[in-house]
């Protein structure tokens, strides 16, 4: 039977069917996955244990077998701790997991069917396991007669198989072992095995305490924990913990840190030395010393300050980024007049697909620098920045230091993806942690929580990136140095599409024969296929036609009109074919890049008010009321036009959502255009923010917004006179081929659009 149930994560926890535990939950979302199953799932559960240990483990580290436990009691705690009764039933198998809500996961689940086993097989394995467990009840001292009550009358090899492995003294890993295996017969097997080692265990323990016994005397009491180690460590060949010691030692030696480091660890390694084998500390403070004594204190990658080969290495895998390119040469400059300088903190802001962190890559390989990426969209814990205290269960550095580690040298170059999207919550504040990172004047002294010991970041180079440079936080935008990455235009993209993303396709695939394609086939899949501010897409078009083409074993000439044949129909329309009073084309920058939309004006009977839809933010509503004020001031239209008239603004693609100030002009172009019944040029676009005077002021994106209008088949664009001196940094190509039109008032254009006398 197939189902699907809310999946609760456990950590070091395994249960198994017919078990019975109580648990104790803090989180929040663990709470909520309780009350969704009280209510929907009829107070059932399916328990998971992740393979990984990571704090926030991906689907791909959790397991395909769970159990499905009912929640028998719960009790809400004074300290808003919830303690819960749960108890197996059957395991499942896990088909596949999806999304219950944003922060819960369900499972699609099939129960499991085992084949009958020959019955007198299953009665000789059967046999040989109760035998088995009363020889263990039998050596043990301090063992219980629960274990006895419960499989003394049950002839469930199923059921035996899990209430013995419950009742062990396994390791977690072990019963997690036992939980995923379905097959009873093999689980009946592997116990039987694993009871005789644990026979041996306890019978040549007891062999060690005799001995230690007979070596005692009333003086040397006090010594017996010491030498019963001793035994231990002599008869299991456990001496190699002494030589994992010295492993330390000599490691410490080696890194020559500063005294007061150095005396911390050295009390941290002999703790260890002291410690029992025994000890549940042990474990974490191997790994604690693991972490702190190779991490990269004092290793540094040799950087390559030749800035005429790191240009070519640039200039070979990136076209364009001229500013990111030139900067990275100031700085290789002024290091080679002073070796000590810091690094920039560079952030690049610009569309998805223009190259923000394939340029970062190249920018590590030209240097000779490793290369690190950390992603912080949607962080909202600063601990994974800084990791957690050792204190806490679990506890790991965090992702400043493993990529340190991992780099293993203390000058990388650190990618920090997508800086405006990270989270502000109750869980802390990333963006000031972040700040602490990256400011050369307190990273000298960076503390992780885990490793605390402060370690010298001022060697590292930080790159971080972003899409949209208004949703940086406040808090690290004034210690920036913003490098924005414009949208790259059709002539750029076929460029790019000729020297490298072609030629890399190639290297991709092998191949020896080229496609044979003239520019204005390769211009028409740009502009008809693709419709994006860079290029990602456009690789994978390009992929898409080499791939067809090649398994096609035909002819590798592509033209007009063979290219529909290997890639369909074009999926991009310019659709901006307007042909009634009312519409107007506009221009916006998103996170996206430039875009072109459509305004739309409806003006019907009702009641005086207006309407205002299509994803907009709350700058851009203010613009409606602004435009229409200085309409009314100014005459443009009268009171009888708008009496009992409801007038209905709608921008049109309201998937994407639209802010800042640079449409009044559209919107009450659009108004206008309605009312008067004039039908406004299907070519024509608008671009600037009207003042209640009817001052057209400056807005930006003009270069994007200008691409975006081009590659629409605009062919007039009235914009600001304040924005005439971005277009400097237009191609002269698209220019020659569009009509700019500088307004400085809004009477510039009523005059040539409505041709009407102003007063």
Known sequence: MD???????????VILPYQEIKIELKDEISKKIVKIANKKYNSRVLIVSPNSQELNPSVEDLPKMGVISIIKSKLELSNGNLRLTLKGEKRVKIAEYTS???????????????????????????????????????????ITNSIINVIKDNEDLDFLTDAITTFLPLKPSKKMGYMIEPNYEKRAINLIKDIKLEIKYLKLEEKIDNRVEISLSKEQEEYYLKEKLKEIESVLGLKDENENVKIYYDRLKELNLDKKITKKLEGEIKKLERMSISSPEKASLQSYLDWVLYLPWNISSKENLNSKKV???????????????????????????????????????????????????????SLNREFYKISVGGLNDSTELIGSRRTYLGALPGKIIEALKKCNTNNPVILIDEVDKMVKDFKGDPASTLLDILDSTQNKTFTDYYIEEPFDLS???????????????????????IIELSSYNVYEKLDIAKKYLLPSIYEEF???????????????????????????????VLKTLVTKVATNKGSYTVTLKTLSKYLDEPKEDDDITISYPGVVNALAYTPLGGITFKVECSIYEGKEEIIVTGSLGDVLKESVMVGLSYLKENNFISKEDLKDKTIHLHFLDASTKKEGPSCGVSIITAILSKIKNVVIDSKTTFTGEISLKGDILKVGGIKEKVIAAYNAGI?????????YNDLKEIPKKILDKLEIKKVNTYKDIYKEIFKNNIA
């Open 3 to 13: 189902y699907t149930i809310l999946v609760m994560l456990m950590k070091d926890l």
């Open 100 to 142: 219950f809500s944003d922060d819960i996961i369900s499972a699609n689940c099939t129960d499991i069917t085992m084949p009958k086993l020959e019955e007198n097989g299953e009665e000789v394995v059967r046999k040989k396991l109760k035998e088995a467990i009363n020889e263990y009840i039998d050596a043990a001292p301090n």
């Open 311 to 365: 240009m070519s290495s640039l200039n070979k895998s990136h076209y364009g980024l001229t500013k990111i390119k030139n900067r990275v040469i100031d700085y290789i400059n002024v290091k080679n007049l002073n070796h000590d300088i810091a690094s920039p903190i560079i952030c690049l802001v610009g569309p998805p697909g223009v190259g923000k962190t394939t340029i970062t890559k190249s920018i590590a390989s």
């Open 459 to 481: 060697k590292v180079m930080f790159i971080l990136t972003a899409n949209e440079i208004s949703n940086i936080p406040y808090t690290l935008i004034d210690r920036l140095e």
């Open 510 to 540: 092998k191949l020896t024969k080229k496609l044979v394609m003239k520019d204005d086939t390769l211009m028409f899949l740009i502009n008809n296929y693709t419709r994006e501010s860079g290029v990602r897409n456009l690789k994978r």
């Open 715 to 723: 062919k007039t664009i009235y914009l600001p006179s304040g924005n």
